[in-house]
């Protein structure tokens, strides 16, 4: 059965994510859940302040929580787009005006993440999403001359198309702990193992950082302004 947001967000609130699975009464003590509180040297703290200090005036985070999709494309990346598109042709703004960041929460995560783990962790059944990580990949990363051209970048709704266009992405260490202790018991493994599997199987363009929601406030200290994808 899908896991909506709120089951999501209030489990992890109380300590209770696998409580919201059905598969515990007292998930804090059955759980185990536990959030490993990072140092600087157990990420690349340099990259993602390599981000967040572009030299570009114009910066916008996009803070997303659930993976929701529209028309078959993840919510997330259709609004990066449509803002990258808003500044270089409607606005007049000009190409490469506007720095993008999506900064991924909660279940969120998995669209970070290859093929083998939707497969093995079911994330499609369980989050409402196609079995695969259909999201990531792009159809083309041709820039044509009209931003209408359905068969061009300006139209393709992916986590490639962003990044090829200067965007980039930030994932969540902690929701990424939680997701994998709900999980990882239906894939016959530990969230532990989980964990470890998903950070071995993080996809191309995707920097892991400690506190997602911290990494959104760093952001607006940095200048950037958030838009809520939730």
């Known amino acids: 059965m899908p896991i909506s947001r709120k089951e999501f967000v209030t489990a992890a609130a109380v300590g209770a994510t696998l409580a919201a699975a059905g598969t515990a009464t007292n998930a804090r003590a059955a759980s185990g859940l536990h959030f490993h509180v990072q140092t600087t040297s157990e990420y690349d703290r340099a990259a993602m302040l390599a981000v967040l200090e572009t030299?570009?005036?114009?910066?916008?985070?996009?803070?997303?929580?659930?993976?929701?999709?529209i028309a078959g494309a993840a919510s997330l990346y259709l609004h990066m787009q449509n803002s990258l598109n808003a500044y270089e042709f409607s606005y007049g703004m000009g190409g490469g005006s506007l720095a993008v960041l999506g900064v991924l929460l909660g279940p969120s995560i998995v669209y970070a993440l290859d093929d083998a783990t939707w497969k093995k962790?079911?994330?499609?059944?369980?989050?409402?999403?196609?079995?695969?990580?259909?999201?990531?990949?792009?159809?083309?990363l041709k820039r044509t001359a009209s931003p209408d051209d359905p068969n061009g970048i300006y139209q393709d709704w992916s986590a490639q198309a962003i990044l090829k266009r200067g965007g980039a992405f930030m994932v969540c260490h902690n929701a990424t702990t939680a997701i994998a202790a709900l999980l990882s018991s239906k894939a016959g493994t530990t969230?532990?193992?989980?964990?470890?599997?998903?950070?071995?199987?993080?996809?191309?363009?995707?920097?892991?950082v400690p506190s997602g929601v911290a990494a959104v406030q760093l952001a607006a200290q940095h200048g950037w302004h958030n838009f809520p994808v939730i």
């Open 191 to 208: 969230p532990q193992a989980a964990l470890a599997e998903f950070k071995k199987h993080l996809l191309p363009g995707f920097q892991m």
């Open 121 to 140: 962790y079911a994330f499609g059944a369980t989050f409402n999403l196609d079995a695969t990580n259909t999201y990531y990949t792009a159809a083309t």
């Open 55 to 69: 030299k570009k005036t114009n910066k916008q985070v996009f803070q997303s929580v659930t993976p929701l999709t």
